[in-house]
């Protein structure tokens, strides 16, 4: 579902130093598989997933999703595969405050539909992840862990055939980032999605089918506490 | 607290909301201008003439007065100084005169005065010696007068004087430091005896001005009324100031209306910009109480920040109004100047300040305090925390909207009772501005859910984001605050120009009753021309009625009377006028039966107030205050004919025995049947000769009697344009700061696959939909407001009013409003999308 072939994004900073944010890298996820990326501060993991959601273009090599290369589409078009293919789950609970949570959850939607179809059509997601009995309560109204799964529902509210998690449990205490990551890896073999989680969090190797290390803008093999593994998976 | 607590803490926060806390000040800064213009703008119309005569009468109380123009004889000077009590007497003559130089003609009063005024101390001639006075030659004018007809030291001036051209010099252009604040008042002084000579009433003044003795002011006065008689009238020495203040008390109320609602439209500027800076505020009282201080303590620190944002709004706003009250909001006294001597002084009272600053400190206090006053006072830590909207607003709205409906109800009460006097008006006014403001909320929820009911119509993408955002609880409050600016912004202008317009249609019908009925009209040249209320030798008819072009020829009288304290106008149109009383001018009465009786004589009309002030009614006897004081009936009440102290309507033959004098103020002329306008204007010019008299169409001396009364309500169109753009700017700058917040969030939305055009737009729907509804519901108000100010300037001013549904004008005033708001939110709200899609906070 997902190929990168050699990417490669470089910055340049200051006086002629030159950041590897990524650095030759190579991926590819099947339809329902979920696989975990661990990676310090610094290792280009947001650069790699904004390379992916066509946010950012690499200095070389090609990201293809269901074989389109995304880097060569129009920002239009770009606009388009985020909104409809990808789901994108953010660290950052941005909801709209004031608004209930089933408007907030079904926002991608609004795109294509009005606002009763929309409510109608994320309904079932909601009632999928726990948020059936919540979905007219404002987003300040929700709980830190409703909220994520708000934003999980606006991620897979248009059926995406790809999502890219970032950091998903980082604003959650331990029992709901278990949750989360619990009902990530369900979505994903439910839906037959292909995700990418982004994380620092240990638990994720354990719900991930694969698991990888990204350091200094390149991939590595994922060995439990080892060098590239985050502490508490040591 | 401590003070230096206070303000390192002020200017730690300032650092960090900087553009927030400028916006506010902006807003403050904008309601004080416009209330303070308009405060300077009143009291410089109203200065002007309180100045002049205090001036003139230095320590003089009293007054013996001529109610003719001719004036009376120079032998009563010594009967009055005779009187006991009396400590001096001294004469005036007093006219209304054109002065024409090089460069162009100026209408100025002529003062004739001898020595004795020096004893007087009147501080108009406090800087000039008797010898100087009595070597003087010629006209003594102020230097700005001087300038702008071109007349230089000892160059020759002609004086036009009713139908009279006549040569003199200037003497000397007198500057501030001889004449004080009268510099910039339109008048020439003379040498009483020069001044006879000139205005040809050779041995004749108009009135004695008389210092008594100390404690003898009662004495002396009814001395004065005893020697009076019917011709004279015993006034006090300041009369024509009050006279005036009277003839001007509808433009300064209609003034002073609007600069409230200029304070309102400040205020809620200045509330908007406040609410951006609340959160910041919760936060920091938040801090502050988990720190342990008190509450009144945490209130010390809020009026600090009250105190410097009321002071530096009220700085900036005062200093604002003062360049617009030398701009824009200039005195502008249109008709009122032909029966008073307006000049251009500007004036400026502490109280004008005091007003305007105190406004910017009740606007800063409102906006600090209010939104954050259960914090300040009672609120604890913990409820501080929480962001959630809190569930009683939803409890006060149906109570909000009750009191909404019950202040349309007793507005429409007052408007169904007949609206009697301005403080009903000012209050039903008002009370609909509480009932707009009470209801928005409401109404904003309403058509809001009502355009959500309907959204399938409505396409696309951003239209369906901006109508979720408007469905936030959370921004409701900012979201009202703006839709309360544009509310209130348009509410007023709309009412106030609604009616605006619909007197100037009144005023123009009354032009139209006064100046038609006949081809041309013969006046004495310059303002005089417009009421026709200048006397001249009533000479020129044969002439005029010699020429083959000409029909007939009808002597009109008019001029003003003193009634009470009000200085009426009186028309006297001939009994040949087909439109001796029109129709659309009579408000009780019939109108037939009324011109029939006019042209009958011994009747009259009066209008509205002077009706209700003397309780006369159609058919009963009053006794007119006349030079020649005659009983007259009353043949129907009338409009004012847009002279606000009031107007009588009388034929021109009554007029003449009421004033015991055949002279005339006009001519109108008949041309015969097939004569052009063209060919009998020259005809009619030939004959008049080298008389300072002109002759114009009787479409031409509409037109300058509709220019001249518009002048007077110019400033309210100024004000009105003035608040509108003000409101548009705050609403736009309110929304901008908004929608500038929000770019987090945009940054989100860029993520999940909105592109910046998508995002744009919806920014751009959100900022429409706020805009207009706000807009459109003040404009409905504002048209109801326009219903009830019509009324009440038929009820309590008595003036002509076209009555009509300003729908036009509604649509337009909040079109434009949205539309310039929406222009300048276009800018902020696209360099906002334009953020960086971020993946994080």
Same mark, same amino acid.
Request: charged letters at 20%; a neutral charge.
């Given at each position: ?234 | ?341 307006? /000049? #251009? %002084?500007? *004036? ?5 300040? !005091? ?7 009740? $606007? &800063? +206090? ?125 509410? /007023? #202008? %709309?009412? *106030? ?5 619909? !007197? ?7 032009? $139209? &009753? +006064? ?327």
């Amino acid at each position: 579902m997902l190929e990168l072939h050699e990417l490669v994004k470089h910055f340049r900073v200051g006086e002629g130093e030159v950041v590897r944010a990524v650095d030759g890298l190579s991926l590819s996820i099947a339809r329902g598989e979920l696989v975990a990326l661990y990676g310090p501060s610094g290792s280009g993991k947001t650069t790699l997933l904004m390379m992916i959601a066509g946010l950012l273009a690499p200095d070389s090599g090609s990201v293809i999703v269901g074989g389109r290369d995304i880097t060569q589409l129009s920002e239009r078009d770009r606009a388009r595969f985020r909104r409809s293919e990808l789901g994108f789950i953010r660290q950052s609970l941005d909801l709209i405050p004031g608004v209930r949570a089933d408007d907030n959850a079904a926002l991608k939607l609004l795109a294509s539909s009005a606002r009763r179809d929309a409510q109608r059509a994320i309904e079932p997601l909601l009632e999928r992840l726990g948020l059936d009995g919540r979905a007219l309560q404002r987003a300040e109204q929700l709980s830190m862990g409703e909220r994520q799964r708000v934003m999980i529902a606006r991620a897979l509210s248009t059926q995406p055939t790809l999502v890219l998690a970032d950091e998903p449990t980082g604003s959650l205490d331990t029992e709901r980032g278990m949750e989360v990551l619990s009902l990530l890896a369900e979505v994903c073999h439910e839906r037959d999605v292909a995700m990418l989680l982004v994380t620092h969090d240990p638990r994720a190797a354990a719900f991930a089918d694969r698991v990888r290390a990204l350091r200094d803008g390149q991939l590595f093999e994922f060995e439990p506490g080892g060098a590239y593994a985050p502490s508490g998976a040591r | 607290m401590r003070l230096g607590t206070i303000l390192y803490l002020y200017r730690v926060r300032l650092r960090a909301r900087l553009v927030q806390e400028l916006l506010a000040v902006a807003g403050i800064g904008v309601g004080v201008a416009l209330l303070f213009a308009s405060q300077v703008a009143n009291t410089s119309l109203t200065g002007s003439v309180v100045r002049l005569t205090n001036d003139l009468v230095g320590n003089a109380t009293v007054q013996i007065v001529a109610r003719d123009p001719h004036g009376f004889d120079e032998a009563m000077l010594a009967r009055v100084q005779a009187l006991a009590g009396v400590r001096l007497a001294v004469p005036v003559l007093e006219r209304q005169v054109r002065i024409l130089g090089a460069r162009g003609g100026q209408d100025v009063d002529l003062i004739g005065v001898n020595t004795t005024l020096l004893a007087l101390h009147s501080p108009l001639l406090a800087h000039i010696s008797p010898e100087q006075m009595n070597e003087q030659k010629g006209l003594a004018v102020p230097a700005s007068v001087a300038g702008r007809i071109g007349a230089r030291p000892l160059t020759p001036v002609t004086l036009q004087i009713g139908a009279r051209d006549v040569q003199t010099t200037i003497a000397l252009p007198l500057q501030e430091s001889d004449v004080g604040s009268a510099a910039d008042s339109p008048i020439a002084i003379a040498r009483l005896g020069e001044a006879q000579q000139l205005t040809g009433m050779a041995d004749r003044i108009d009135r004695v001005l008389v210092e008594p003795q100390r404690g003898r002011d009662a004495l002396v006065t009814g001395e004065l009324h005893r020697l009076a008689g019917p011709g004279l009238s015993v006034r006090p020495a300041d009369f024509d100031a009050t006279v005036f203040q009277q003839a001007e008390g509808p433009a300064v109320e209609s003034t002073e209306l609007f600069s409230a609602i200029s304070a309102l439209v400040g205020f809620l500027f200045a509330f908007n910009a406040m609410l951006i800076t609340v959160p910041q505020r919760r936060n920091l009282i938040a801090d502050l109480r988990l720190d342990g201080y008190a509450s009144h303590e945490i209130a010390q620190v809020m009026l600090f920040d009250v105190l410097a944002l009321g002071a530096v709004g009220s700085l900036v706003g005062l200093a604002l109004g003062d360049a617009l009250s030398h701009s824009l909001l200039q005195a502008q006294p249109g008709y009122l100047s032909l029966a008073f001597p307006v /000049g #251009s %002084v500007r *004036v400026v009272s502490v109280a004008s300040i !005091l007003i305007a600053a105190a406004g910017g400190l009740l $606007a &800063a +206090v409102l906006g600090v305090v209010f939104p954050l006053r259960r914090e300040i006072f009672t609120g604890s830590a913990s409820e501080l925390s929480t962001s959630a909207p809190r569930a009683s607003a939803g409890r006060r709205a149906p109570g909000a909207l009750l009191g909404g409906v019950l202040c349309i109800g007793l507005s429409t009460t007052l408007l169904l009772g007949e609206i009697e006097n301005v403080s009903a008006a000012t209050f039903a006014f008002f009370s609909l501005t509480l009932a707009l403001l009470l209801t928005l909320p409401m109404a904003f929820t309403a058509v809001i859910g009502l355009i959500d009911r309907m959204q399938r119509p409505v396409l696309g993408v951003s239209s369906r984001i901006a109508m979720i955002e408007l469905l936030s609880r959370t921004t409701r409050s900012r979201s009202l605050a703006i839709a309360a600016t544009g509310a209130i912004a348009v509410y /007023g #202008s %709309v009412a *106030v120009e609604g009616a605006h317009q619909d !007197l100037r249609d009144g005023l123009e019908r009354a032009a $139209a &009753a +006064v100046s038609l009925g006949t081809d041309l009209w013969v006046t004495p040249t310059g303002s005089a021309t417009t009421l026709a209320t200048t006397p001249f030798e009533n000479r020129y008819a044969a002439a005029i009625r010699s020429r083959p072009a000409v029909l007939g020829v009808a002597d009109y009288r008019g001029g003003f009377l003193d009634v009470g304290d009000r200085r009426v106008l009186v028309l006297g149109p001939p009994r040949s006028n087909p439109r001796l009383v029109s129709a659309d001018q009579v408000i009780r009465g019939d109108p037939g039966l009324a011109s029939f009786h006019l042209r009958e004589g011994g009747w009259l009309t009066v209008s509205r107030e002077l009706a209700t002030e003397l309780g006369l009614r159609v058919g009963t006897p009053w006794r007119l205050p006349s030079p020649a004081p005659r009983t007259f009936r009353v043949a129907a009440i009338t409009t004012n004919f847009g002279w606000s102290p009031g107007a009588i309507v009388m034929s021109s033959e009554s007029f003449a025995r009421a004033w015991g004098d055949r002279d005339v103020s006009a001519y109108q002329v008949l041309l015969r049947h097939g004569q052009s306008l063209s060919g009998g204007l020259s005809q009619v010019r030939s004959a008049l000769g080298s008389s300072a008299l002109v002759v114009q169409t009787a479409s031409r001396h509409q037109s300058n009697e509709i220019a001249g009364q518009r002048q007077g309500l110019a400033r309210l169109t100024a004000i009105a344009a003035l608040v509108l753009l003000a409101a548009a700017l705050a609403m736009a700058a309110a929304i901008g700061a908004m929608l500038w917040q929000r770019r987090g969030r945009l940054a989100g939305m860029k993520v999940d696959g909105f592109d910046e055009k998508e995002l744009w737009g919806a920014l751009l729907w959100e900022s429409l939909m706020l805009l207009a509804i706000g807009c459109s519901i003040g404009a409905l108000f504002g048209l109801y407001g326009q219903v009830l100010l019509d009324h009440a300037l038929v009820s309590v001013a008595g003036f002509p009013v076209a009555f009509s549904a300003a729908l036009w004008l509604a649509v337009a005033t909040a079109g434009i409003v949205t539309a310039i708001a929406l222009l300048v939110v276009a800018v902020p709200g696209y360099l906002a999308v334009r953020v960086s899609p971020a993946l994080q906070d």
